[in-house]
């Protein structure tokens, strides 16, 4: 790839960098760039004063600095070698100063975006076994403060990233992303830039100041200080007096004003801050579970008895992609996505003969559920639609990305608040990663926030680097709202069955009877069936 190549940043790299905060750029460097910055450091350069022109004049560097941070940018704190780590799993985290989230803000709007400052490590000899920079992905666009312990290292939530760095490689991350070193990381430089907006983490040079700013009052010369000297401060008032403090500006709580039972734990408001999920571990027991599988047993096996129409009649709906190609699978679609069996989802769980409606009657305003739901989408919080059950058998397609949303993720009175949210009841394991036992959900974690459109089509994105599949086990709930998310082609031996449903807020429109389901392929104006209708 030429430098010409590489300092143009690609809609896949805005999107990456966008949601996860980070990206990694490989090879940056040539193999003589990199042996010159090594010289420079062997040569007896101090890991705090480091040149390194190779790096801070590098064409391809100056490309994405300018493309994330503006025209106009500065380094903000030179060259330095990257020092070691703790060994061991536990990797405390660099926060900063509460104050450093506003200063060093990324934010996007209206089409522009303000990268307000960006820090790159790059790799001189590679990372791995004896350690490495730890990245929390998503977190440069976090509404509430980590909890002690995790910033501690002490416990991880599966929210950290270790990316493997050759020599030449860059990682290149919003100033926000939270970081921290694991270990022995080998030769990586990192470096601290701005953009020609925020103020310099060092402050101004003073100088002297006009006669006239001598006769001000410590109060007043703190309001103007940093434009006549340099020299600011913070000023306090009880509304009579004002006076000059040293006072530090503290995030806020993660105690709502909600009853105490509403309260949200806080590792859990911080995974679903930054990821934009959450799994609740276990919530059902060995019990209901055969009870469940038990009643969908009874639902596949008395398919051939159920009307036409019946609730509990198998849909099988198929992948967008493959309905918008005369039903073939475009050449380009990935094996993630391709799939024999069109996606088979089944109803009418609560109509169901008893026993076989209890176990989904339970999971209607189930104890660990309403806790959740109601820091996620408020009090009167409601079921919005019919819940579905997926049960795919090995073979079924996946489902592409979908239903980004962060117009529905809002801060309303220091709160974050959504208008809808998934309630998926995993019955069945849904193994990690994307072998050959996989299958079932994934997502783009972070991309509640996301303010770019998912780059590729509808076969294709579903390969994105951001792309992650969690574990899930039989017992487990998740739950997401405004996420990229999709499903991966079924691989397993063992059918998928979670059931989910389809949670509002109460300032979400529900009229009253209504029969309709968006997942239902019989009543979806896209089926060719219902040609007629959609043109009515």
Known sequence: ????????????????????????????????????????????GDAGTLELPALQQHPVLTGYLEALCGAGFAIDRPPSLVGDGPEGTAVPLTNGPPEDRRRLRYANYR????????????????????????????????????????????????????????????????????????????????????????????????????NWFTELTPAQQAVVGTRMTGRGGTVVSDGERAWVTEAEEQPPSVTLNLD???????????????????????????????????????????????????????????????????????????????????????????????PHCDPFRRMIGHPAIVKRLNWILGYGFRESTEPMCCVYPKGTTGGS??????????????????????????????????????????????????????????????DLPQVQKPALKAGDVLLFGGVAHGTTAWRSDRMRRTTIQFMGSSNVALPPGSKGAGWRWSSDLNNPANASKAKA
Request: charged share 25%; aromatic share 8%; glycine share 10%.
């Open 111 to 210: 089409d522009t975006r303000e990268c307000r400052g960006l820090r790159l490590f790059v790799a001189l000899t590679p990372t791995g076994a004896e350690g490495g920079v730890v990245l929390v992905t998503s977190s440069h666009n976090r509404n509430t403060e980590p909890p002690a312990d995790f910033l501690a290292g002490a416990v991880d939530l599966g929210m950290t990233e270790e990316p493997q760095l050759q020599a030449g490689d860059v990682l290149i991350c919003a100033a926000t992303t939270l970081y921290g070193v694991r270990g022995r990381p080998g030769r990586v430089i990192e470096i601290q830039y701005l953009n020609s907006r925020a103020r310099p983490t060092a402050g101004y040079a003073e100088i002297e100041a006009p």
């Open 260 to 354: 105490e039972h509403s309260q949200p734990d806080p590792h859990e408001l911080w995974f679903w801050d930054v990821r934009g999920y959450l799994v609740l571990r276990g919530v059902m027991d060995e019990e209901w579970l055969a009870a469940a599988n038990r009643a969908l047993d009874y639902v596949l096996e008395n398919q051939d008895s159920f009307p036409e129409g019946h609730r509990s009649r198998i849909e099988e709906v198929p992948e967008q992609a493959l309905r918008e190609n005369d039903w073939k699978w475009p050449e380009d679609t990935s094996p993630r996505l391709g799939g024999e069996i069109n996606r088979p989802r089944v109803g009418g769980l609560y109509e169901l003969p008893a």
């Open 401 to 462: 990305l979908h239903g980004e949303n962060p117009g529905s993720h809002t801060v309303y009175n220091g709160r974050q608040l959504v208008e809808q949210t998934n309630v998926a009841w995993a019955l069945q394991d849904e193994s990690p990663g994307f072998g050959e036992d996989s299958g079932g959900f994934l997502c783009v974690p972070g991309s509640h926030k996301a303010k770019y459109p998912i780059p590729g089509g509808l076969t294709t994105s579903i």
């Open 1 to 44: 790839m030429t430098s010409d190549e590489m300092s143009r940043i690609s809609a896949d790299e805005d999107y990456g960098f966008d949601v996860s905060g980070f990206i990694h750029v490989p090879q940056v460097l040539s193999a003589e760039e990199v042996s010159a910055c090594n010289e420079e450091i062997d040569a007896g």
